[in-house]
């Protein structure tokens, strides 16, 4: 079972800056695939970037450019990190980290593979 714990949500007005942070614990598989995901309410997640395995990135239209997924296992613990800059006001949601365990496949940057979930953590940008 693999658990998951976000970090580093807040307030911030336009064109500022954050950093998320997400451990990860528990049994994790040399497969794993990790994302960041977003959701506001009354709308379904939206997928914002996904590191796999192989350290190959993939990103939504809306933040190219401006968002950065990377991970790091430093001391044998697994992180995953989303550096958010030029934000703006329509980046305001919660934010997820997720895992996709899923060995052999292609991990796209959709919600419905990935099975574990961190509670989120919430991002308001102010303009």
Not at 29 to 53: M, N, Y
Not at 69 to 76: G, L, Q, T, V
Request: with cysteine.
């Amino acid at each position: 079972q693999v658990q998951l714990v976000e970090s580093g949500g807040g307030s911030v007005q336009a064109v500022g800056s954050l950093r998320l942070s997400c451990t990860v614990s528990g049994y994790i598989s040399s497969t794993i695939c990790l994302g960041w995901f977003r959701q506001v309410p009354g709308k379904p997640h939206e997928g914002v970037a996904r590191i796999d395995s192989h350290g190959s990135t993939l990103y939504a239209d809306s933040v190219k450019g401006r968002f950065t997924i990377s991970k790091d296992n430093a001391k044998n613990n697994l992180s995953l990190h989303l550096q958010m800059d030029s934000l703006k006001p329509e980046d305001t949601a919660m934010y997820y980290c997720a895992s996709d365990r899923r060995p052999g496949v292609y991990c796209y940057l959709s919600a419905g593979p990935f099975d574990t979930w961190g509670k989120g953590t919430q991002v308001t940008v102010s303009s």
